[in-house]
């Protein structure tokens, strides 16, 4: 039993445990428990067996005592013999021990990590996100020298979702035929969001001199940002409305190309195989960006990089990243995509 509770791109970036595990052993069964919020990213996914969900704010006191206790049940009737804990906070870790599993891998958490019989270290160098996650085998012999096959991350789409974005795609942009580009300019954290102004001349950039139609993905509240975006790209830009998670998969699918600030969508995008341009201010790509050379990641750290800032009054990060280095990495993936990305 695997458990990263949230969030989007965190959830992606542990499916490449699922699938060691899977191909470790094929007849392994594999439950994975997560937020409700986030089970679209494992719906489909040949290496999950069976998918469980909570909700992060079920209600009242009572309602969460019912919630624990049915999770409870599930999963003694599973009878797991073995829990992975990848994300480490009291609520993940009292859950799991829960479950009855002998064997429970986690990490050094303060008094929580007591709650495992396994406790896997934080190394002192670095790694990628995705190599800390496959560390959590180690206590099961997996371990070794993974390959870039091994890092990959996934997210499963059936044929009628896929259809259904690329359909989507069409009515949006009246039938259009050719190359889209897909930006997102939104991000949790404000000091993680390239400046809008600058998403409005790329976007205008890419329809006048690259030929592609340009459409703007928004989550939860971010409609003024896009329209924002919008406006400076003097209709260059087509903003999309805000989308299921599954639905925006489909959408983010349909793309030649993805360009968006570090967030969730980021890591949905390459999941789902769309070439994807990482933009990073405060983030660490390093860590954050495991990904291939159909990807990559722009980043000019300032000084005080890494500062883990939510917020910053002076983004010198953000100021170094010009439109025109954007749009040539836009320009180098639209040159390597095949004829069928468009729509």
């Known amino acids: 039993m695997v458990s990263r509770l949230r969030f989007l791109g965190d959830v992606i970036l542990t499916t490449?445990?699922?699938?060691?595990?899977?191909?470790?052993?094929?007849?392994?069964?594999?439950?994975?428990?997560?937020?409700?919020?986030?089970?679209?990213?494992?719906?489909?996914?040949?290496?999950?067996?069976?998918l469980w969900t909570v909700e992060r704010q079920p209600g009242s006191a009572r309602a969460q005592i019912r919630q624990v206790?049915?999770?409870?049940?599930?999963?003694?009737?599973?009878?797991?013999?073995?829990?992975?804990?990848?994300?480490?906070?009291?609520?993940?870790a009292l859950l799991l021990a829960l479950s009855g599993a002998p064997l429970r891998i986690g990490g050094p958490y303060r008094i929580r990590k007591h709650l495992y019989t396994h406790v896997v270290e934080h190394l002192s160098g670095r790694e990628t996100a995705v190599e800390y996650?496959?560390?959590?085998?180690?206590?099961?012999?997996?371990?070794?020298?993974?390959?870039a096959e091994d890092l990959r991350t996934e997210v499963f789409l059936s044929q009628e979702e896929t259809a259904w974005g690329k359909a989507?795609?069409?009515?949006?942009?009246?039938?259009?035929?050719?190359?889209?580009?897909?930006?997102?300019p939104g991000a949790t954290w404000p000091a993680k969001r390239w400046f809008p102004e600058r998403f409005g001349k790329l976007a205008k950039r890419v329809a006048s001199e690259l030929g592609a139609r340009v459409v703007v993905t928004v989550g939860p509240g971010e409609q003024t940002l896009a329209q924002e975006v919008q406006r400076r790209s003097g209709g260059a830009a087509h903003v999309l409305p805000v989308l299921p998670l599954r639905r925006l998969a489909a959408v983010l699918g349909a793309f030649s190309v993805y360009v968006t600030?570090?967030?969730?969508?980021?890591h949905l995008s390459v999941a789902v195989g769309t070439p994807t341009v990482g933009l990073f201010?405060?983030?660490?790509?390093?860590?954050?960006?495991?990904?291939?050379?159909?990807h990559v990641a722009l980043h000019h750290p300032c000084a005080l990089h890494p500062c883990h800032r939510d917020f910053c009054d002076n983004p010198v990060c953000?100021?170094?990243?010009?439109?025109?280095e954007v749009l040539n990495a836009v320009a180098e993936r639209l040159a390597r995509a095949t004829v069928g990305n468009g729509v």
């Open 69 to 92: 206790l049915s999770l409870r049940r599930r999963m003694r009737r599973f009878r797991p013999d073995l829990t992975i804990d990848l994300l480490g906070i009291p609520k993940s």
């Open 318 to 324: 953000w100021y170094a990243l010009d439109v025109e």
């Open 133 to 147: 996650h496959l560390r959590s085998l180690r206590p099961l012999g997996l371990e070794r020298k993974w390959e």
């Open 168 to 184: 989507f795609l069409r009515d949006q942009l009246s039938n259009w035929q050719g190359p889209i580009v897909g930006l997102h």
């Open 281 to 294: 201010g405060p983030g660490e790509p390093d860590i954050w960006f495991p990904y291939g050379p159909e």
């Open 16 to 50: 490449p445990v699922v699938r060691a595990l899977k191909r470790a052993d094929p007849d392994v069964r594999i439950a994975y428990l997560v937020e409700k919020s986030y089970e679209g990213v494992l719906e489909g996914n040949p290496h999950v067996d069976v």
């Open 261 to 266: 600030n570090d967030c969730g969508p980021l």
